[in-house]
Protein backbone atom coordinates (compact mmCIF):
# COMPACT_ATOMS: atom_id res chain seq x y z
CA UNK A 1 0.00 0.00 0.00
CA UNK A 2 3.03 2.30 0.63
CA UNK A 3 3.04 2.70 -3.27
CA UNK A 4 -0.40 3.75 -3.42
CA UNK A 5 -0.04 6.47 -0.60
CA UNK A 6 2.94 7.72 -2.77
CA UNK A 7 1.38 7.89 -6.26
CA UNK A 8 -1.42 10.22 -4.50
CA UNK A 9 0.77 12.90 -3.29
CA UNK A 10 3.64 14.60 -5.51
CA UNK A 11 7.21 12.85 -3.97
CA UNK A 12 8.77 15.84 -1.55
CA UNK A 13 11.46 14.18 0.27
CA UNK A 14 13.19 17.13 1.77
CA UNK A 15 13.73 16.21 4.99
CA UNK A 16 15.12 18.83 6.52
CA UNK A 17 18.53 18.74 4.93
CA UNK A 18 20.46 21.76 5.40
CA UNK A 19 22.00 24.02 3.20
CA UNK A 20 25.48 22.66 3.62
CA UNK A 21 24.99 18.75 3.21
CA UNK A 22 23.37 19.57 -0.33
CA UNK A 23 26.49 22.07 -0.65
CA UNK A 24 28.99 18.76 0.01
CA UNK A 25 27.14 16.79 -2.57
CA UNK A 26 27.05 19.19 -4.79
CA UNK A 27 30.94 19.12 -4.82
CA UNK A 28 31.27 15.55 -4.32
CA UNK A 29 29.31 14.41 -7.65
CA UNK A 30 31.78 16.95 -9.45
CA UNK A 31 34.71 15.83 -8.20
CA UNK A 32 34.16 12.01 -9.37
CA UNK A 33 32.56 13.37 -12.53
CA UNK A 34 35.82 14.66 -12.74
CA UNK A 35 37.71 11.50 -12.40
CA UNK A 36 35.59 10.01 -14.69
CA UNK A 37 38.09 7.25 -16.79
CA UNK A 38 37.55 7.29 -20.32
CA UNK A 39 35.21 4.87 -22.25
CA UNK A 40 37.26 1.60 -22.68
CA UNK A 41 37.54 0.53 -26.56
CA UNK A 42 37.20 -2.74 -27.26
CA UNK A 43 36.05 -3.65 -23.90
CA UNK A 44 32.74 -4.17 -24.70
CA UNK A 45 30.49 -6.10 -26.87
CA UNK A 46 27.39 -6.77 -28.40
CA UNK A 47 23.73 -7.00 -26.74
CA UNK A 48 22.13 -8.60 -23.59
CA UNK A 49 20.36 -8.96 -20.67
CA UNK A 50 21.53 -8.18 -17.52
CA UNK A 51 19.64 -9.08 -14.45
CA UNK A 52 20.40 -8.55 -10.77
CA UNK A 53 19.65 -11.32 -7.91
CA UNK A 54 20.82 -12.90 -5.26
CA UNK A 55 20.17 -15.19 -2.03
CA UNK A 56 16.80 -17.32 -2.06
CA UNK A 57 14.15 -14.03 -2.86
CA UNK A 58 15.87 -12.54 -5.93
CA UNK A 59 16.98 -15.66 -7.51
CA UNK A 60 13.72 -17.33 -7.07
CA UNK A 61 12.24 -14.02 -9.06
CA UNK A 62 15.05 -14.53 -11.55
CA UNK A 63 14.31 -18.24 -12.26
CA UNK A 64 10.43 -17.16 -13.49
CA UNK A 65 11.91 -14.42 -15.68
CA UNK A 66 14.80 -15.89 -17.38
CA UNK A 67 12.36 -19.33 -18.05
CA UNK A 68 9.62 -17.00 -19.34
CA UNK A 69 12.24 -14.96 -21.71
CA UNK A 70 13.74 -18.80 -23.03
CA UNK A 71 9.64 -19.94 -23.70
CA UNK A 72 9.67 -16.85 -25.78
CA UNK A 73 12.65 -18.28 -27.94
CA UNK A 74 14.41 -15.10 -26.68
CA UNK A 75 17.86 -15.74 -28.21
CA UNK A 76 19.61 -12.81 -26.32
CA UNK A 77 22.70 -13.82 -23.75
CA UNK A 78 21.62 -13.33 -20.11
CA UNK A 79 23.67 -12.54 -17.16
CA UNK A 80 22.67 -12.55 -14.05
CA UNK A 81 24.65 -10.49 -10.65
CA UNK A 82 24.77 -11.54 -7.07
CA UNK A 83 26.67 -9.87 -4.27
CA UNK A 84 29.57 -12.13 -2.94
CA UNK A 85 29.00 -15.83 -1.67
CA UNK A 86 26.38 -15.11 0.59
CA UNK A 87 24.53 -14.78 -2.36
CA UNK A 88 25.10 -17.73 -4.46
CA UNK A 89 22.95 -21.21 -4.38
CA UNK A 90 24.40 -23.94 -6.15
CA UNK A 91 21.45 -25.35 -7.25
CA UNK A 92 20.35 -21.55 -9.08
CA UNK A 93 23.58 -20.97 -10.03
CA UNK A 94 23.61 -24.69 -12.26
CA UNK A 95 20.29 -24.52 -13.46
CA UNK A 96 21.13 -21.39 -15.11
CA UNK A 97 24.62 -22.16 -15.96
CA UNK A 98 22.57 -24.76 -18.25
CA UNK A 99 20.30 -22.65 -20.31
CA UNK A 100 22.99 -21.02 -21.38
CA UNK A 101 23.42 -18.11 -18.35
CA UNK A 102 26.12 -16.30 -17.42
CA UNK A 103 25.91 -15.50 -13.30
CA UNK A 104 29.01 -13.27 -12.52
CA UNK A 105 29.81 -12.09 -8.93
CA UNK A 106 29.75 -8.52 -8.64
CA UNK A 107 32.45 -8.44 -5.62
CA UNK A 108 35.40 -9.48 -8.18
CA UNK A 109 35.22 -6.25 -10.71
CA UNK A 110 33.59 -3.63 -7.74
CA UNK A 111 34.49 -3.86 -3.76
CA UNK A 112 32.07 -6.08 -1.46
CA UNK A 113 30.30 -3.27 0.35
CA UNK A 114 27.75 -2.95 -2.93
CA UNK A 115 24.32 -3.53 -1.18
CA UNK A 116 20.73 -3.74 -2.51
CA UNK A 117 20.28 -1.94 -5.52
CA UNK A 118 23.26 -0.36 -5.94
CA UNK A 119 24.28 -3.66 -7.83
CA UNK A 120 22.22 -2.73 -10.72
CA UNK A 121 24.40 0.37 -11.91
CA UNK A 122 27.52 -1.55 -10.95
CA UNK A 123 26.07 -4.80 -12.85
CA UNK A 124 25.62 -2.70 -16.15
CA UNK A 125 29.29 -1.04 -16.22
CA UNK A 126 30.49 -4.68 -15.28
CA UNK A 127 28.91 -6.58 -17.84
CA UNK A 128 30.62 -7.66 -21.10
CA UNK A 129 28.03 -6.65 -23.19
CA UNK A 130 28.25 -2.97 -24.74
CA UNK A 131 24.04 -2.67 -25.08
CA UNK A 132 22.02 -3.68 -22.38
CA UNK A 133 18.52 -4.56 -21.32
CA UNK A 134 18.59 -4.54 -17.76
CA UNK A 135 15.82 -6.10 -16.12
CA UNK A 136 14.82 -6.43 -12.69
CA UNK A 137 14.55 -9.82 -10.97
CA UNK A 138 10.89 -9.33 -10.36
CA UNK A 139 10.08 -8.42 -13.83
CA UNK A 140 8.43 -10.60 -16.58
CA UNK A 141 7.65 -9.69 -20.25
CA UNK A 142 4.87 -10.13 -22.32
CA UNK A 143 6.34 -10.96 -25.24
CA UNK A 144 10.71 -12.02 -26.52
CA UNK A 145 11.77 -7.98 -25.78
CA UNK A 146 14.63 -8.37 -27.55
CA UNK A 147 13.05 -5.61 -30.50
CA UNK A 148 13.74 -2.96 -28.10
CA UNK A 149 17.52 -2.42 -29.08
CA UNK A 150 15.91 -1.99 -32.48
CA UNK A 151 13.16 0.47 -31.66
CA UNK A 152 13.68 4.18 -32.97
CA UNK A 153 12.90 5.10 -29.71
CA UNK A 154 16.12 3.60 -28.34
CA UNK A 155 18.59 3.38 -31.56
CA UNK A 156 17.84 7.55 -31.78
CA UNK A 157 19.00 8.24 -27.94
CA UNK A 158 20.93 5.34 -26.93
CA UNK A 159 19.26 5.46 -23.88
CA UNK A 160 15.39 4.33 -23.46
CA UNK A 161 13.83 4.87 -19.67
CA UNK A 162 9.85 3.92 -18.16
CA UNK A 163 7.98 6.21 -16.28
CA UNK A 164 6.80 5.41 -12.42
CA UNK A 165 3.89 7.26 -10.38
CA UNK A 166 4.88 9.80 -8.22
CA UNK A 167 6.65 12.95 -9.72
CA UNK A 168 9.19 14.89 -8.29
CA UNK A 169 8.20 18.01 -6.62
CA UNK A 170 9.98 21.93 -8.06
CA UNK A 171 11.08 21.86 -4.38
CA UNK A 172 12.75 18.80 -3.85
CA UNK A 173 16.44 19.12 -2.71
CA UNK A 174 18.00 17.14 -5.97
CA UNK A 175 17.96 19.75 -8.00
CA UNK A 176 19.78 22.02 -6.15
CA UNK A 177 22.30 19.32 -5.57
CA UNK A 178 22.87 18.49 -9.60
CA UNK A 179 22.24 22.35 -10.38
CA UNK A 180 19.02 21.66 -12.45
CA UNK A 181 16.58 23.60 -13.14
CA UNK A 182 13.84 23.24 -10.84
CA UNK A 183 10.33 21.27 -12.81
CA UNK A 184 7.46 19.05 -11.50
CA UNK A 185 8.79 15.72 -13.48
CA UNK A 186 7.72 12.03 -14.03
CA UNK A 187 10.04 9.96 -12.05
CA UNK A 188 11.63 7.30 -13.57
CA UNK A 189 10.36 3.29 -12.63
CA UNK A 190 13.87 1.49 -13.63
CA UNK A 191 12.67 -1.91 -13.47
CA UNK A 192 13.37 -2.32 -17.46
CA UNK A 193 16.32 0.07 -18.87
CA UNK A 194 17.93 0.02 -22.55
CA UNK A 195 20.98 1.99 -22.50
CA UNK A 196 24.48 2.09 -25.36
CA UNK A 197 27.19 1.70 -22.55
CA UNK A 198 29.47 3.71 -25.36
CA UNK A 199 26.67 5.95 -25.92
CA UNK A 200 26.09 7.02 -22.62
CA UNK A 201 29.30 6.32 -20.76
CA UNK A 202 29.52 9.71 -19.10
CA UNK A 203 25.80 9.76 -17.42
CA UNK A 204 26.56 6.39 -16.33
CA UNK A 205 29.64 7.49 -14.21
CA UNK A 206 27.36 9.87 -12.57
CA UNK A 207 24.56 7.35 -12.07
CA UNK A 208 27.20 5.23 -10.40
CA UNK A 209 28.65 7.86 -8.12
CA UNK A 210 24.96 8.54 -6.74
CA UNK A 211 24.60 4.99 -6.17
CA UNK A 212 27.85 4.85 -4.59
CA UNK A 213 26.41 7.99 -1.88
CA UNK A 214 23.03 5.91 -1.27
CA UNK A 215 23.22 6.55 2.11
CA UNK A 216 22.39 10.00 0.88
CA UNK A 217 20.48 10.05 -2.14
CA UNK A 218 18.10 6.75 -1.39
CA UNK A 219 16.69 9.18 1.36
CA UNK A 220 15.80 11.84 -0.67
CA UNK A 221 14.84 9.71 -3.37
CA UNK A 222 13.18 6.31 -3.45
CA UNK A 223 16.23 3.78 -3.73
CA UNK A 224 17.85 3.66 -7.39
CA UNK A 225 15.96 4.37 -9.99
CA UNK A 226 15.55 8.22 -10.23
CA UNK A 227 19.48 8.16 -10.58
CA UNK A 228 19.23 7.09 -14.11
CA UNK A 229 17.35 10.22 -16.05
CA UNK A 230 18.79 12.29 -13.14
CA UNK A 231 22.33 11.84 -14.19
CA UNK A 232 20.98 12.47 -18.24
CA UNK A 233 19.28 15.15 -17.12
CA UNK A 234 22.64 16.80 -15.23
CA UNK A 235 24.86 16.17 -18.22
CA UNK A 236 22.71 17.08 -21.09
CA UNK A 237 22.59 13.56 -22.63
CA UNK A 238 19.37 12.75 -24.85
CA UNK A 239 17.32 9.67 -23.64
CA UNK A 240 13.44 8.82 -24.26
CA UNK A 241 11.21 8.37 -21.51
CA UNK A 242 8.03 6.03 -22.72
CA UNK A 243 4.93 8.73 -22.23
CA UNK A 244 2.42 5.86 -21.56
CA UNK A 245 1.54 5.57 -17.29
CA UNK A 246 2.49 2.14 -16.14
CA UNK A 247 -1.12 0.32 -16.34
CA UNK A 248 -1.98 -1.80 -13.35
CA UNK A 249 -2.43 -5.23 -12.67
CA UNK A 250 -4.56 -6.15 -9.41
CA UNK A 251 -6.04 -9.37 -7.74
CA UNK A 252 -9.59 -7.86 -7.28
CA UNK A 253 -11.49 -5.75 -8.94
CA UNK A 254 -12.53 -4.01 -5.65
CA UNK A 255 -10.21 -3.66 -3.28
CA UNK A 256 -7.92 -1.13 -2.73
CA UNK A 257 -3.82 -1.82 -4.26
CA UNK A 258 -2.29 -3.80 -7.25
CA UNK A 259 0.26 -6.16 -7.43
CA UNK A 260 2.11 -5.31 -10.44
CA UNK A 261 2.83 -2.43 -12.90
CA UNK A 262 2.58 -2.52 -16.94
CA UNK A 263 5.21 -0.75 -18.35
CA UNK A 264 4.74 -0.13 -22.28
CA UNK A 265 5.74 -0.09 -25.41
CA UNK A 266 6.61 2.93 -27.59
CA UNK A 267 3.16 2.02 -29.16
CA UNK A 268 1.33 1.93 -25.62
CA UNK A 269 1.36 -2.04 -26.20
CA UNK A 270 1.96 -3.49 -22.63
CA UNK A 271 5.24 -5.25 -22.69
CA UNK A 272 6.52 -5.79 -19.06
CA UNK A 273 4.72 -7.12 -15.79
CA UNK A 274 6.76 -5.47 -13.14
CA UNK A 275 5.50 -7.00 -9.50
CA UNK A 276 6.39 -4.11 -7.37
CA UNK A 277 3.98 -4.88 -4.57
CA UNK A 278 4.48 -8.86 -4.48
CA UNK A 279 7.61 -10.34 -5.85
CA UNK A 280 6.91 -14.14 -6.68
CA UNK A 281 9.18 -14.73 -3.71
CA UNK A 282 6.34 -13.74 -1.52
CA UNK A 283 3.86 -15.90 -3.63
CA UNK A 284 1.86 -19.30 -3.29
CA UNK A 285 2.68 -21.03 -6.58
CA UNK A 286 -0.83 -22.16 -6.75
CA UNK A 287 -2.35 -18.77 -6.52
CA UNK A 288 -3.22 -16.46 -9.23
CA UNK A 289 -2.93 -12.67 -8.38
CA UNK A 290 -3.21 -11.13 -12.23
CA UNK A 291 -6.99 -11.06 -12.66
CA UNK A 292 -7.52 -7.57 -13.78
CA UNK A 293 -5.56 -5.02 -15.43
CA UNK A 294 -6.14 -1.09 -16.37
CA UNK A 295 -4.17 0.85 -18.50
CA UNK A 296 -4.43 4.89 -17.86
CA UNK A 297 -4.13 7.07 -20.60
CA UNK A 298 -2.79 10.00 -19.08
CA UNK A 299 0.45 10.80 -20.31
CA UNK A 300 3.01 10.71 -18.23
CA UNK A 301 4.13 13.72 -18.23
CA UNK A 302 1.20 15.01 -17.41
CA UNK A 303 1.68 15.15 -13.94
CA UNK A 304 -1.91 16.78 -12.51
CA UNK A 305 -2.90 13.95 -10.75
CA UNK A 306 0.17 12.09 -10.00
CA UNK A 307 -1.59 9.07 -11.06
CA UNK A 308 -5.21 8.49 -12.32
CA UNK A 309 -6.27 6.16 -9.95
CA UNK A 310 -10.08 7.19 -10.48
CA UNK A 311 -10.14 7.28 -14.05
CA UNK A 312 -9.26 2.97 -14.67
CA UNK A 313 -11.26 0.70 -15.80
CA UNK A 314 -10.36 -2.94 -15.07
CA UNK A 315 -10.77 -5.90 -17.95
CA UNK A 316 -9.96 -9.40 -17.25
CA UNK A 317 -6.18 -10.19 -17.93
CA UNK A 318 -6.70 -13.27 -19.73
CA UNK A 319 -7.38 -10.41 -22.32
CA UNK A 320 -4.06 -9.30 -22.18
CA UNK A 321 -2.31 -12.50 -21.82
CA UNK A 322 -3.79 -15.78 -21.21
CA UNK A 323 -1.87 -18.52 -19.71
CA UNK A 324 1.57 -15.96 -18.84
CA UNK A 325 0.92 -15.88 -14.68
CA UNK A 326 0.24 -19.83 -15.16
CA UNK A 327 3.48 -20.41 -16.65
CA UNK A 328 5.38 -18.00 -14.23
CA UNK A 329 3.76 -20.09 -10.94
CA UNK A 330 4.87 -23.21 -12.97
CA UNK A 331 8.45 -21.89 -12.51
CA UNK A 332 7.95 -20.54 -8.75
CA UNK A 333 7.07 -24.20 -8.37
CA UNK A 334 10.68 -25.52 -9.92
CA UNK A 335 12.35 -22.52 -7.91
CA UNK A 336 10.68 -23.28 -4.53
CA UNK A 337 12.23 -26.37 -4.90
CA UNK A 338 15.56 -26.04 -4.97
CA UNK A 339 15.35 -24.47 -1.37
CA UNK A 340 13.87 -27.45 0.36
CA UNK A 341 15.70 -29.76 2.41
CA UNK A 342 16.11 -33.43 1.23
Not at 14 to 23: D, K, R, T, V
Not at 65 to 82: G, M, T
Request: proline share 6%; with cysteine.
Amino acid sequence: MLRVFLALTILFLNCGFASHSIETMNEKWKVALAETPPYPEDAFHGRGIVIAAGGAKYLQNAWVLVNILRDYQCSLPIEIWYIGKKEYITKFMKGFEKMGVMCKDITHYFDNSIQSFEVKIHAILASQFQEVLLLDADNVPLQDPSFLFDAPAYTDTGALFWPDMQVLNKEHPIFSILELEPLETRCQESGQIVLDKERCWEPLQLCLHLNQESSYYYKILLGDKDTFFLSWMTLDYPFTMIDTLPGLAKKSKIRNGFIAFLQRDTDGTPLFCHSVNKNWAQRSSFHLMWNYYALPEQPAQQTDPPYPFKELKFAPFSKLSFGLEKKCLKYLNEAKSFLEKK
